[in-house]
């Protein structure tokens, strides 16, 4: 397992190795012996799937508050995504900025996004499978979004954010200048 940082301490980037014969290629996408002694230690205990459709598909920004919050570990199985992080952790010095990265079926990067983060993915092709671990359950009172196109926050989707397709939810999120954080950084 490749382990890369990104330009956000915590949020890494996994890339499993793929071994490969004429009938295509297995790969171990978790394995929590191997990543703990990589010192990645994350207790997952739920797994999502989702489908977009069309490209142009934005999910996003979403965060789940304490007492449970989530880390994620997420992969693109089909299709090909910008998947997006932003600290929000209060005190943070890197508080309000984010980070992007490609993920595809074809190249298997994972991106881990610690609790403390919103999470977001914009589809850049049609018919994209997403699978995520996450590390506390769903719990809908702890369920919050900031809006994906806010200005504050200038996050470049890879796509034109006007015609974004996005969920009731999603279109009615607020800014990201009225959000008020959860979460605290520990340095």
Not at 83 to 98: C, E, L, M, Q
Not at 140 to 147: Q, S
């Amino acid at each position: 397992m490749n382990i890369e940082e990104t330009a956000l301490p915590g949020v890494l980037i996994l890339t499993p190795r793929r071994f490969g014969d004429a009938r295509g290629w297995f790969s171990e996408v978790w394995n929590r012996k191997v990543l703990t002694d990589r010192g990645v230690d994350v207790p997952f205990v739920q797994d999502n799937h989702s489908f977009s459709r069309d490209a142009g598909t934005v999910r996003g920004l979403h965060f789940q508050s304490p007492p449970h919050a989530q880390a994620k570990l997420v992969r693109c199985g089909r299709g090909r995504i910008l998947d997006i992080a932003v600290d929000i952790r209060r005190g943070s010095p890197n508080y309000g900025k984010w980070v992007g990265v490609e993920l595809s079926a074809e190249n298997g990067r994972q991106l881990l996004i610690p609790a403390g983060f919103l999470h977001g993915f914009s589809t850049l092709e049609p018919d994209c499978e997403v699978l995520y671990k996450c590390s506390d359950f769903y719990a809908p009172e702890c369920d919050g979004a900031v809006r994906f196109d806010d200005p504050d926050l200038g996050i470049d989707w890879g796509l034109d954010t006007r015609a974004a397709i996005l969920s009731d939810k999603d279109a009615a999120a607020q800014s990201f200048r009225d959000f008020q954080s959860p979460f605290v950084y520990e340095a």
